[in-house]
Every structure is written in C-alpha cells, then in structure tokens.
C-alpha cells in the first residue's frame, strides 16, 4: 500500500482563495490508476484553509469567541475542497470515501491525540481508497486547533506500514535554498537528521502548519519506520506514477536514522 499526500499547493492555487485545481487531481488520479497499486490520500487545504485560519488564528486554539466565525468559515471550506477531491478522484475511477478528521479525531495541545483508524482499515478491506485531509479538529486543551495532513499521514504510516509514502508538491523536492529566489539552489537528492541540521533556516511561511521545516520533521519521523519517503513535483506530468511504480524520477528522498 501506498501513502500519498496531495499538497495543498498542488491541488489548489494559494493565491486565490478556495481555487481548486481539477485538471492536475485528475491527471494525478489517472497516474494512481496506472500504477496499480492501492494507496490511502490525505490532501493538505491549500486555499481553502490557510488564509482563514491565519486570519482568525485557528493554530492557537480558542482564545476569543470572535473565532467562531472562523472554526465554521474554514470547517465549510475545507470539506467543499475535499468533496471536490473526491469527486475528481471518483470521475477517474478511484472508489475514495472521506474520513472526515474533525469527527474522526483529536488534538491535544496542538498535536494528533486521537483518530479513528479503525475506519481506514474497515474502508480500505471493503476495496475503497479512504481519504482523509488537514481540518479543523477539537483540542482536549485549548478547545479548537488545526490537525495538518502531515501530523495525519505520519499516523496512517505509523498504523499502517505502507511500502512508500509520497508527498506530493509544487516543488521537485527540497533546495539548498530557495530556487524561486537564488538561481544556485541545488535539489537535495537525499535528506536526513543532519541533512537537515545544517540547512539554512528560514521559517517564514503563509501557512498555519509550519514551514516546510516543520513539514521536513514529521517526514524524517515517517522515514524511521519506512523504506520509501519522497517528495516530488505534482506539476510534472508522469513523476508520480514513476515514483509509485519505481522508475527513475527527479525528487528528494528523505532517510530516517
Ligand atoms: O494543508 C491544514 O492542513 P495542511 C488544514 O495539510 C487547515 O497543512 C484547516 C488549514
């Protein structure tokens, strides 16, 4: 089984708000379905949930009742992205249920403290592709807070044993630094513990989920218990059925200890 994370800057335009990027969730559905193999999603929020979660600072937990607007604002999104998700998977043949994470689990400080997985399995021996995605989930202490894609495929890895986990991004893989920004920018083929540590650091990010640093730890966690971790580019027409089916492909690996 493989693990995939279509990221949010992928399957939407984080410029626009709430702007879905159909054509590129059916290209890569078509490249799931030719691989193969069988897979279980999570999909980040891209525009559809960053924006309005920054705003109303959803990351910090329940610190004033004016959040409310938000908690529902970002809720209603998020699931609109997933049922538009699901629909372009399903018009490509891929039988994918929802495993909605603000009923399905919770947080506890911020960090994933519950989630049903036995939904997954039950989903996944019926023959169906569960898909689960980054939402607005309820915390044991501060009230409300925002359950990433990433802290959710880190759990179905751990749960799961998949062959690979794939994270699916607008990028080829990680830079020395940024290739928008310094035209030097080396792909790092191969990432680990200290790869990483020397590696400069910005943590400036549009996101209420951290940096691709933060991003960078839940994946270097992921590696410890599986063979394959890989981030490659989305954009790239055939990179993920090559990096499903094994073949040659630009991206980055990344190594647990
Ligand atoms: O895009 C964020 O999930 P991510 C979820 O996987 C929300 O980081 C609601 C902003």
């Known amino acids: 089984m493989i693990l995939i994370k279509l990221g949010g800057s992928v399957i ?12 590129v969730v059916r290209r890569l559905a078509r490249e799931i379905v030719s691989s193969e193999e069988r897979t279980m999603i999570v999909h980040g929020a891209g525009s559809f ?3 309005i979660a920054k705003k109303y600072a959803l990351q910090n937990g329940m610190v004033s009742d004016d959040q409310a607007r938000g908690i529902s604002q970002v809720t209603s999104d998020v699931r609109e992205l997933d049922a538009l998700v699901i629909k372009a998977l399903s018009d490509e043949e891929i039988e994918a ?5 603000g009923s399905s689990a919770t947080l506890r400080e911020g960090k994933l403290h519950t989630l049903d997985v036995g939904k997954f399995h039950d989903y996944y021996a019926l023959g169906i592709t569960p898909v689960t995605f980054g939402d607005v989930v309820l915390d044991e202490v501060r009230g409300i807070g925002i359950c990433s894609g990433d802290q ?12 690979k986990v794939i994270f699916v991004t607008d990028v080829d893989g990680v830079f020395t630094c940024d290739p928008r920004l310094d035209g030097k920018a080396k792909l790092i083929e191969e990432i680990d513990r200290k790869v990483l540590d020397e590696l400069p650091r910005s943590e400036w990010c549009d996101d209420v989920t951290g940096s691709i640093f933060a991003k960078l730890e839940y994946m270097l966690s992921i590696a410890t218990s599986t063979k394959e971790v890989m981030i490659i580019n989305g954009n790239e027409h055939g990179r993920l059925a090559a990096a499903m089916t094994g073949s ?7 190594r647990g200890a």
């Open 152 to 163: 959710l495929i880190a759990r179905l890895a751990e749960e799961f044993r998949p062959d």
């Open 97 to 101: 249920v929802s495993i909605v994470p």
């Open 248 to 254: 040659e492909l630009i991206c980055s690996r990344v």
């Open 12 to 23: 939407t335009d984080k410029g626009r708000y709430r702007t879905f990027k159909e054509d």
């Open 49 to 51: 949930g960053h924006v």
